[in-house]
């Protein structure tokens, strides 16, 4: 993983371990995050290095948090997720065959990521929060010896920097971005992890500038997540939206794609 700005760090995380011998390699991991090496801390937020993995403790979460792309929702939907005639997949634009490059401008915990590349796309997660990254290159690098999904783990890269700075600089058929919806958390029916994510990496106020930034960069179309009774990402209204039970895929096709229809056999998907 490529580690870049450590801008959006929230500074009151600190890095332990349950394994003496793992203490050493925690306190490298802290002195790269720029954060403490601290024992263990039930009542605070800590990253904690186990035998097994890298995992998220909180005091009113429950049971730990580490990213799994063998087991559990992520095989889960690997196996029984729709493959190209599930809604994310359509508004991507693989109906058709097409497997477009893709950068996912806000990997999170790499789930939707891990979907596209089960499909056949190569695909660049960006992720600015770097206790999020760190979660998902630990999980990215255990997932590279599974038999089952190496392959599929070969065409997800991670980069620890911010989307918006990045899409400057590089441009991709597809970007695809999931912001952290404000009204998410408060719901009674938001998932744990996903109220994790919304602690650690804080409201996504920038949605729309990183949308503007990924209409600039990419080739052919960007695709918004949103929740389905949500507004458009600042206004902007899109070419076309796919819907499923609770989400709204947002479309927007770019000017380039659509002066050369012909090229783009996934348009009207
Ligand atoms: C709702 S989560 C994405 C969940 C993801 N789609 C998944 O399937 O796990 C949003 C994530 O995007 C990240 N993020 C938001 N804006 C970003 C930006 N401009 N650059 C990089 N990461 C960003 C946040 O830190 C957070 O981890």
């Known amino acids: ?18 394994s003496a011998e793992l203490e050493q390699k925690a306190i490298e991991l802290a002195n790269k995050l720029n954060t403490s090496f601290a024992s263990l801390k039930p009542q605070q937020i800590q990253l904690v290095l186990t035998q097994q993995h890298i995992e998220i403790r909180a005091p009113d979460l429950g049971n730990p948090i580490f990213i799994d792309f063998e087991q559990g929702k992520n095989a889960h939907r690997r196996q029984f997720g729709g493959g190209r005639g599930q809604p994310l997949a359509k508004a991507i634009g693989l109906k058709k065959g097409a497997t477009p490059t893709i950068i996912d401008a806000t990997a999170g915990f790499g789930r939707d990521a891990f979907v596209l590349a089960n499909l056949g796309c190569q695909i660049t997660l960006i992720e600015r929060n770097p206790f999020i990254a760190t979660l998902l290159e630990d999980a990215l690098n255990r997932a590279q010896n599974s038999p089952e999904i190496s392959d599929v783990i070969k065409q997800m890269s991670l980069i620890n920097h911010d989307a918006i700075a990045y899409l400057n600089q590089h441009r991709a058929d597809v970007i695809y971005m999931d912001p952290m919806y404000p009204s998410r958390e408060k719901s009674a029916l938001v998932k744990k992890d996903m109220r994790l994510l919304h602690q650690l990496a804080g409201a996504d106020t920038d949605s729309e ?24 990402v600042g206004e902007q209204k899109p070419s076309t939206s796919i819907e499923s039970k609770n989400t709204r895929y947002d479309v927007y096709l770019t000017n380039e794609s659509l002066s050369h229809p012909t090229k783009d056999p996934t348009l009207l998907s």
């Open 209 to 232: 500038q990183l949308l503007t930034s990924a209409r600039k960069s990419a080739i052919k179309r960007v695709v918004v997540k949103r929740p389905k009774s949500a507004p458009f």
């Open 1 to 18: 993983m490529h580690l870049g700005n450590l801008l959006a760090m929230p500074n009151n995380i600190s890095i332990s371990t349950d």
